[in-house]
């Protein structure tokens, strides 16, 4: 999916409870002082989560689970699909039940739909810089917010992105570092290969058309091009003629997008998808 609707939720359960439950323990470890003073435990409710500004949908399953986690009697009614774009003052989600429930599980809920339709929404508008006619993808990092992978990841695929390993144990790349460490691109790619298993591609982060070369050489199978200028970047493409998947880096924003992606590379990762997102406005309105 490029652009448009994600289909159905596909992170498991057991994934977004730990999450969710970590978030609650965190806000109601020693209960709501004001909504228990206030608030009849009898009152019902019905209140309506609204974007004040336009915003990707993402997220409506996480902020439906935190309410059934505090009281499984609530209701939560969608409005929205995931990966809808909402206008300004549109209502998202409706939330019916027991007030007091309802009260204390607000903040939480909201905080994981802000955070989520906001990393929707920076992705999307990253995807729609890159031409129809180009070939290369919008991919996040690891550049995430701790404990909340899972969610940021797969708000940046509601957005239209594509997910980039998902930790340290799941792929090769060799950065700049790994290969300070080592002593040389081709020694790191040549251990790397020995090591790692047979299903495992090797990837390895060049910053120079020298180290480039080097890499090829070696046999990597992804290289990523860290802070290059759009023309050494067209010149890496034409050196490595389709032998390897090229993965720009480095700073990119919306900007460059489009003439990275005419550049010819076929991954563009960039994350401030994740580390510097802006929190998508989304509010809970209580009728009456």
Known sequence: MKRGVQAEFELPWIVVDRIVTLALEEDLGSGDMTTEACVDAGALAVAHAVA???????????????????????????HAAEGARA??????????????????????????????????????????????????CITDTRKTTPGLRALERYAVRV??????????????????????????????????RAAAPHTS?????????????????????????DNMETPVLAEAVRRSRGRVIL????????????????????RISVGALTYSVPAADIGLDFEG
């Open 87 to 136: 206008a300004a003052n549109t209502r998202l989600w409706t939330v019916k039940g027991r007030a007091r429930s309802i009260l204390m599980a607000e903040r939480v809920a909201l905080n994981f739909v802000q955070r989520m339709c906001g990393v929707a929404s920076q992705t999307r508008a990253f995807v729609d810089a890159v031409p129809p006619d180009a070939r290369a």
């Open 201 to 225: 591609k090797i990837e390895c982060e060049v910053d120079s058309l020298e180290q480039l070369d080097e890499a090829l050489a070696a046999g990597a199978d992804v290289l990523l091009l």
């Open 159 to 192: 957005g239209g992105g594509k997910n980039h390993r998902d930790n340290l144990g799941a792929a090769v790349l060799i950065k700049d570092n790994h290969i300070a460490a080592c002593g040389g691109v081709g020694r790191a790619i040549a251990r790397a």
């Open 52 to 78: 004040r500004s336009s915003t990707i949908v993402c997220g409506g399953p996480v902020f439906a689970r935190v309410f059934s986690r505090i009281d499984a009697s609530l209701v939560v009614h969608s």
């Open 247 to 266: 993965e720009a880096s480095g700073g990119i924003g919306l900007d460059r997008v489009a003439e990275i992606a005419a550049a010819g590379v076929d």
